[in-house]
Nanobody, 128 residues
């Protein structure tokens, strides 16, 4: 049974950094996309960043470009999200997602419907 488990969330003041980790078990996603989404209170779950199969290509939502870095450790089946210069508007529950497919078009990687497995999320709160 596939499981994704996020860790690394917490409370930090604006301008600080956090690194989230997503460990997978019960399956390998080295050849398929893995992504981060987030959901703030009262809002829809939104795309944050994705690492394409084998981590060859990465994409980010506009609001985090230049501040967040997504990477993966294929040897450990782990997805990472380094978050720098955090802002109050980054406050949300962050979810790790993985797709069971290897042939998703790059233009569709930000769509929730293309991900088959989800973690339970980790809370990130940015506040002074």
């Amino acid at each position: 049974q596939v499981q994704l488990v996020e860790s690394g969330g917490g409370l930090v003041p604006p301008g600080e950094s956090l690194t989230l980790s997503c460990a997978s078990s019960g399956g390998t996603f080295r050849h398929s996309p893995m992504a981060w989404f987030r959901q703030a209170p009262g809002k829809e779950r939104e795309f944050v960043a994705v690492s394409s199969r084998r981590g060859g290509t990465t994409y980010y939502t506009h609001s985090v470009k230049g501040r967040f870095i997504v990477s993966r450790d294929n040897g450990k089946d782990t997805l990472l999200l380094q978050m720098n210069s955090l802002k109050a508007e980054d406050t949300a529950v962050y979810y790790c997602a993985a797709s069971g497919r290897t042939n998703i078009l790059d233009s569709l990687l930000s769509s929730r419907s293309n991900y088959d497995y989800w973690g339970r999320g980790t809370q990130v709160t940015v506040s002074s």
